[in-house]
């Protein structure tokens, strides 16, 4: 079974930082696309995605000049650094990775992304 795992989550004020991680298989780093989701009502959101290969970058609109993401491809890993942390982001931050880039950019529910993590809790709360 293909697993990703994510770590980093945790409890921050409001203002604060917090930097995440996910391991993703060795396969994965080729040609897939990786992305940060939380669950939002209608379904798994778009955060932040970025192609492993061309290292292309997406972020959702609610993250964008706050939230980095990059990648390692020699430690199989994403990372999502998260500045100017606020309440509203309070959410189960999975990791999900698919051959294409529809979901992982916006385009649909993320959803239908083909390998998940179990993801990691961030609770921005002073």
């Known amino acids: 079974q293909v697993q990703l795992v994510e770590s980093g989550g945790g409890l921050v004020q409001p203002g604060g930082s917090l930097r995440l991680s996910c391991s993703v298989p060795?396969?994965?780093?080729?040609?897939?696309?990786v992305g940060w989701f939380r669950r939002a009502p209608e379904g798994f959101s778009s955060i932040s995605c970025i192609?492993?290969?061309?290292?292309?970058?997406y972020y959702g609109d609610s993250v964008k000049g706050r939230f980095t993401m990059s990648k390692d491809n020699a430690k199989n890993t994403v990372h999502l650094q998260m500045n100017s942390l606020k309440p509203e982001d309070t959410a189960v931050y999975y990791c999900?990775?698919?051959?294409?880039?529809?979901?992982?950019?916006?385009?649909?529910?993320?959803?239908?992304?083909?390998?998940w993590g179990k993801g990691t809790l961030v609770n921005v709360s002073s």
């Open positions: 192609g492993m290969t061309d290292g292309t970058l």
């Open positions: 060795e396969f994965i780093s080729d040609a897939h696309y």
């Open positions: 999900a990775a698919d051959r294409s880039d529809y979901y992982c950019t916006g385009g649909g529910p993320g959803d239908f992304m083909e390998y």
